[in-house]
């Protein structure tokens, strides 16, 4: 699975984005097993496609584990669940690049709640 990184659009925080976070397994199962308890992570980037997490956590990606992830852009929550593509360790933890499913509500819903905080961010430097 190639990992779309230069996907025309893509939303940098500048102020990381708190999440939470579990590891599940067989997620395209009828039921979804839970291997974690929730964890918090940092959002740093963002697509309708995919996002970049931080996470003091050390996770194995390579025994393909689904991660579920809940947090709130600008108003509604969003929770979704998104497979671990690569790994990147750093000084005081690990970021991790996630594939998101193509699912057109959850993109239109990421896109709608970027849109109203880049507006919110445009007011209030004027």
Request: net charge positive.
């Amino acid at each position: 699975m190639q990992y779309k990184r230069n996907e025309s659009f893509r939303y940098t925080f500048t102020e990381p984005c708190k999440a939470t976070f579990r590891l599940i397994k067989d997620a395209n199962g009828l039921t979804e097993k839970e291997i974690s308890k929730k964890g918090i992570c940092e959002i740093i980037d963002i697509s309708p496609h995919g996002l970049k997490i931080f996470t003091e956590y050390s996770i194995a990606i390579d025994k393909q584990i689904h991660v579920e992830l809940n947090f709130t852009l600008d108003e509604s929550p969003i929770d979704l669940v998104g497979e671990f593509v690569w790994s990147r360790r750093k000084i005081n933890g690990s970021e991790y690049g996630i594939n998101l499913p193509g699912d057109t509500y959850t993109e239109q819903l990421i896109i709608r709640e970027l849109k109203n905080l880049g507006r919110k961010s445009m007011n209030m430097r004027k």
